[in-house]
């Protein structure tokens, strides 16, 4: 089974602090996503990579950065978070140009404060 | 503006009668859909796709129709089961084969299936 992990499952952070959210695959994907999700909002994309230092911004990259050194990492980046930043992150991956579902991570609960 | 939507945030259902999920969408561009279910404190999982060169698909209980003209497709979960309580996402991607460049979502329909 495809494994999407994500360091952590709650986490609070003070307004003004950089935020490091990191996601690892262990099934050697091309593709990785990250996701927020919001009540009434569904699940918004922030950014994707589908190689090795590649980066596109989704529909919300605004205060966001991502970075992908390797392929089995990518990691979102807060800059400066804000209290709008508080939301449900999730991290997802898939194979090559097939189709064959994307694999989320269990979530990233964070709470800016 | 809103591609993919969902306009039933909550739906409840009978065990063992039939659940239908619905989803409008907006993009013509889109040609993959795609089904997640997702329980509170997880990430989703997949559960069902379908393409755009097809009008139904089915995996045991789960059935997904599409109707390209409508840009209407339904998820049909037959019979209901209590573990099927979970929050149901529509998702499509506007490219072949889907790969990298990212699904769109809709807001999500919460099934609560009752004994």
């Known amino acids: 089974d495809v494994k999407v992990t994500q360091s952590s499952r709650y986490l609070v952070k003070r307004t003004g602090e950089k935020v490091f959210l990191e996601c690892v695959q262990d099934?050697?994907?091309?593709?990785m996503f990250w996701y927020r999700q919001d009540p009434g909002l569904g699940l918004r994309l922030i950014y994707f990579?589908?190689?090795?230092?590649?980066?596109e911004k989704g529909d919300i990259p605004e205060g966001y950065s991502v970075s992908r050194e390797k392929k089995e990492r990518f990691s979102l980046i807060l800059e400066s978070a804000s209290t709008n930043q508080t939301s449900m992150y999730l991290c997802?991956?898939?194979f090559g140009q097939g189709f064959y579902g994307y694999t989320f991570g269990s979530g990233t609960r964070l709470t800016v404060v | 503006d809103q591609q993919v939507k969902q306009n039933s945030p909550s739906l409840s259902v009978q065990e063992g009668r039939i659940s239908i999920l619905n989803c409008d969408y907006t993009?013509?561009?889109?040609?993959?859909f795609l089904w997640y279910k997702k329980y509170p404190a997880e990430g989703p999982t997949f559960l069902i796709s379908i393409s755009s060169i097809k009008d139904k698909n089915e995996d045991g209980r789960f059935t997904v129709f599409l109707n390209k003209s409508a840009k209407h497709l339904s998820l049909h979960i037959v019979p209901s089961q209590p573990g099927d309580s979970a929050v149901y996402f529509c998702a499509a991607s506007a490219r072949v084969g889907g790969g990298a460049d990212g699904l769109t979502f809709g807001k999500g329909t919460h099934l609560i299936i009752q004994p």
């Open positions: 099934m050697d994907h091309e593709n």
């Open positions: 990579s589908y190689d090795v230092k590649m980066k």
């Open positions: 997802a991956s898939s």
């Open positions: 993009n013509s561009m889109f040609d993959y």
